[in-house]
């Protein structure tokens, strides 16, 4: 009996975590990109994975596993990653109220989380900023990794510990009856799984069309510390995060944080705009980030918009040293009817992942071993 065969469209953290899972219920894996590398969404994130953004349930227990096939992997090829965990700042008293309600409702969940006040946190990390400092939750599940390096390497380790098969420089435009054309390239296998993101537009245009999904651009910027060798110690975020992540709905006074934002701030809500620090193992600062919905947007970033991002950063970080050396944008699908992911079968073999919504990192692993099983 031949072994059975599994092609997978797309060498971002979603394609690269189905192959894992393929791969591992026993299928001859091919990846094909159109790129001569990733060069999307999955490269131009914070490389957080991060448990503690997701609702307690299915969703925590997916980012847990997430996160343990990361460590599994990274400690087999040696790719670094650092168990560092969050710290989400309070420098106003609405927000410290909304830290110490997560606190609860997480704690009585099992989660491992701390308060902390002002004197602690000044005293473990470095540069936070004490100026009206009143504390912070602090988290130590959640774990970085260098995205860019992770998600270059990770072909390697597939490859060679799973007998993946890529396939670069090379462009899926038409899915038939389990064939697969590429110009005058033909390919055949018995699943077919397409997880390139915006490619699943070209794709199928019209099942595209169909669904509750949008694209969001973010911003995003990477800073050189003044001092080599200088570390904060965990990742950062500010207040204004605890308006993006669906976990923190959990707190009661979260509502009059947000009314006191739109009073106080309302440019930052229009733009989507929470600020969030991560550092990777050569002490460059990852810090992001807006959120711009579109099906189409211009290929060009805002200055005024990466101002308002760092003039909000310096309410809770001491960054005014820091060397500002890239910036760049990345455009991700995003459901718009609040599911946290896209999964579609349009025909027999055929299945399509999609829409994580900037959780890629977080979720992928998880979400991969889900759905390969389910086959």
Known sequence: MSQKTAIVIGAGIVGLATARSLSLKGYLVTVIERNQKAVGASIRNFGMVWPIGQPDGKLYQRAIRSKEIWKDLADSIGLWYDEVGSLHLAHHPKEWEVLQELQASFSANGRQVKLLDS???????????????????????????????????????????????????????????????????????????????????????????????????????????????????????????????????????????????????????????????????????????????????????????????????????????????????????KMTNGDTELLLNPSPGVYIINGLGGNGMTLSFGLAEEVVASI
């Open 119 to 333: 004197a602690s946190i000044q005293s473990a990390y470095n540069g936070i900023n004490g100026n009206n400092l009143l504390g912070g939750l602090y988290s130590p599940v959640e774990t970085i990794v260098d995205p860019r390096e992770a998600i270059a390497i990770i072909p390697t380790y597939l490859n060679e510990y799973l007998n993946v098969n890529f396939i670069w420089n090379t462009t899926i435009t038409e899915i038939t009856d389990g064939k697969l054309k590429a110009g005058k390239q033909e390919f055949h296998a018995d699943l077919i799984f397409v997880c390139s993101g915006q490619d699943f537009e070209t794709l199928y245009p019209d099942l595209f069309a169909e669904q509750a999904i949008t694209k969001c651009k973010l911003q995003m910027m990477r800073f050189a510390p003044e001092t080599e060798g200088w570390r904060i110690g965990t990742s950062i975020c500010g207040g204004l995060s605890l308006t993006h992540y669906h976990s923190f709905k959990a707190a009661p006074s979260l509502q009059k944080l947000k009314e006191h934002y739109a009073a106080e701030m309302q440019d930052y809500l229009d733009w989507g705009i929470h600020v969030m620090v991560s550092q990777n193992h050569l002490g460059e600062l990852t810090v992001g980030d807006t959120h711009e919905y579109a099906n189409t947007f211009d290929p060009f970033d805002k200055a005024n918009l990466n101002k308002m991002v760092l003039d909000y950063l310096q309410k809770f970080a001491i960054s005014g040293n820091w060397k500002l050396i890239q910036t760049w944008h990345g455009i991700y699908p």
